[in-house]
């Protein structure tokens, strides 16, 4: 049973609400290296409300990619705990940490992550595959026309351009109707145009369903969107706006 958010917030008054969707509590990581330990981050304490758009900015090798990973239950701090829709992920082992993203989370990454033998409607439907949707077919087919590709369903990721294969991977993201989506650089392989229409569809998907969203990215202008802007240096928050 994850220990209540109560106790997590008695050491991080700074964190705001037991109804967050995503908690931090002096997170911490750090690698062994030859030269001895390298902290990444360093006593990070977050609270990230249901529908809250934030990102998080920083230089290379400020962790944010690193962040965002322990939020998502993808990697273990060395350190300190993170609450994921109010369950402690360091006390599910890999299986219960990989069930619980199943259920709530969704993720866009910079390298789409498309899989290459599925056409564009079967990675859009993968996810809701493997929770057993018999309506999978559908749902993704409407969410692929819904980002334009409707025309586009039985093609393979090496037939897609890049703007498509980042709109398949929006809509295998948001097929499960995730609580949380995570985004990491989710424009970073694009072109300026391209990426503004994917940006445009993370946001209007975004709101439709009223997803928490977690976005990590150097682009100021696509930060500046979000309701909220957290700034990493060398693994801490030195600023919010």
Known sequence: MAAPFRQAFNTAAELRSDSARIVAVHLSKSVSTAEGKLAILTDVNLAIQPGEAVAVVGVS?????????????????????VYLDGVALTELDEDGRAHLR????????????????????EN?????????????????????ERVGLGHRLHHYPHQLS????????LARAFATCPKVLFADE??????????????????????????TLVLVTHDEALAERCQRVLVLEAGRIVAER
């Open 162 to 169: 890049g703007g498509e294969q980042q709109r398949v991977a």
């Open 186 to 211: 989710p424009t970073g392989n694009l072109d300026q145009r391209t990426g503004r229409h994917v940006i445009e569809l993370l946001f209007e998907l975004n709101r439709t369903h009223a997803t």
């Open 124 to 144: 859009a439907m993968l996810p809701l595959e493997l929770r057993g949707a018999e309506d999978a077919a559908m749902r993704a087919r409407e969410l692929l």
């Open 61 to 81: 090798g400020s962790g944010k990619s690193t962040l965002l990973s322990l939020l998502a239950g993808l990697d273990l701090p060395t350190s300190g705990q």
């Open 102 to 121: 199943g259920e709530t989370v969704g993720f866009v990454f910079q390298s789409f992550q498309l899989l290459p033998s599925l056409t564009a409607l």
